[in-house]
């Protein structure tokens, strides 16, 4: 699990995500889950838990992603320690979370993407990249 904006945002794989009491431990309160590949993760009813099964690719519809895009904003603009994952926690969570930030007030794309990249590796598929940069740039 990597942190992406002190306390408030993180990105993980699923194996982290699925790590009940890590996750609980840091205080995050909402779950992004992207991994279309995965089982839902069953957390204690107290735990938003949002499922957007996206595909590391081509192929998925603008709604999905912009409402994984818009519900990630939303936890992180209202000050609410939110998880986005997927299964690897390399391409579709990173993405995703950029995207997220970049709706923040004075955040660009480019710096959500920067801050996103200093908490380690990470390798965007291509397809999934243009997509959601697409809708990143539109701004809400």
């Known amino acids: ?15 982290d995500a699925q790590d009940i009491r890590v996750v609980l431990s840091e205080g995050i309160a909402v779950v992004i889950d992207l991994a279309c590949e995965e089982l839902p993760i069953a957390y204690p009813r107290d735990m938003v838990y949002c499922r957007f099964p996206i595909v590391d690719g081509t192929g998925n519809p603008a709604y999905l992603l912009k409402a994984a895009i818009d519900s990630a904003a939303s936890f992180v603009d209202a000050n609410v320690p939110t998880l986005v994952a997927c299964s690897g926690g390399m391409s579709r969570s990173p993405a995703i979370a950029a995207a997220a930030m970049a709706r923040l007030p004075g955040m660009t794309f480019d710096a959500a993407l920067e801050t996103v990249t200093r908490t380690g590796p990470i390798d965007v598929s291509t397809a999934l990249w243009l997509d959601v940069s697409a809708l990143a740039n539109r701004r809400a």
Not at 1 to 15: D, H, P
Request: proline share 0%; glycine share 6%; no cysteine.
């Open 1 to 15: 699990m990597k942190e992406v904006l002190s306390g408030l945002l993180w990105i993980a794989n699923t194996e």
